[in-house]
């Protein structure tokens, strides 16, 4: 069964500084990968997704991930964070694409002014 | 496209009564989820139907637990006889599957229903 590891729970920056949110997956077949976002009180929000193609992935807030299959591993980052990223971060992994999503236990960004 | 709805958005309820949560799927998805988080935890997988076949059931869910999805559109979770142990976030999802590769991979949330047992 595949499962998700996201070695940090907590993790703190200061505003502007960049930011890397570790992902690390177990699955001895083909993978798709997810990043959603939770902000307080609320449900999920994907944020980004790899399916197949550019290991490199984009978001449209300035947000980004890269898929490394020989580390298994599929790590968020971005460069400049604000404020407003301050968020619980969730990796996920399906396999086949069509298969319930498995979560990781999540990371807390939390961004300091 | 309204987007995943769920209600109520928060239950307390005692132990030992019964609760049932609904929830809307996004509409014409085929795929639906039911997923519970708990303080500091990640969402786990309960169940999830297409159209209103279940397919998969997890070991989480248990006998006191029932999900229905009648008519292959809107889907209800049930506790029986609930524990302080259920009280977290029962979050639904839903998505297209068989309409093209891309189509079936993205799941939309709903914001969740909290359940507090006291």
């Known amino acids: 069964a595949q499962s998700v590891t996201q070695l940090d729970s907590q993790v703190p920056v200061f505003e502007e500084a960049p930011v890397e949110l570790r992902c690390n997956y177990s699955s001895s077949v083909s993978v798709y990968l997810f990043w959603y976002v939770q902000y307080p009180n609320q449900g999920l929000q994907l944020l980004l997704k790899?399916?197949?193609?550019?290991?490199l992935v984009e978001s449209i807030n300035g947000f980004e991930a890269e898929f490394n299959k020989s580390q298994t591993s599929f790590h968020l980052r971005k460069p400049s964070v604000h404020i407003s990223d301050t968020a619980e971060y969730f990796c996920a992994v399906s396999v086949g694409g069509n298969t319930p999503l498995v979560f990781g236990k999540g990371t807390r960004l939390s961004v300091i002014a | 496209d309204t987007g995943v709805s769920q209600n109520p958005r928060h239950k307390i309820t005692k132990r030992g009564q019964n609760v049932t949560f609904r929830c809307d799927p996004i509409s014409e998805h085929n795929r639906l989820y039911w997923y519970r988080q708990t303080l500091g935890q990640g969402p786990e997988f309960l169940t999830y139907f297409q159209n209103e076949a279940q397919l998969e059931k997890s070991r989480l869910l248990s006998d006191r637990f029932s999900a229905e999805r009648p008519k292959g559109s809107f889907s209800t979770l049930e506790i029986q006889r609930t524990e302080q142990g259920d009280s977290a976030m029962y979050l639904c999802?839903?998505?297209?599957?068989?309409?093209?590769?891309?189509?079936?991979?993205?799941?939309?949330f709903g914001e969740g229903s909290w359940l507090t047992v006291v």
């Open positions: 790899y399916l197949s193609g550019s290991t």
């Open positions: 999802a839903s998505s297209l599957v068989g309409q093209g590769f891309h189509a079936g991979n993205t799941i939309y």
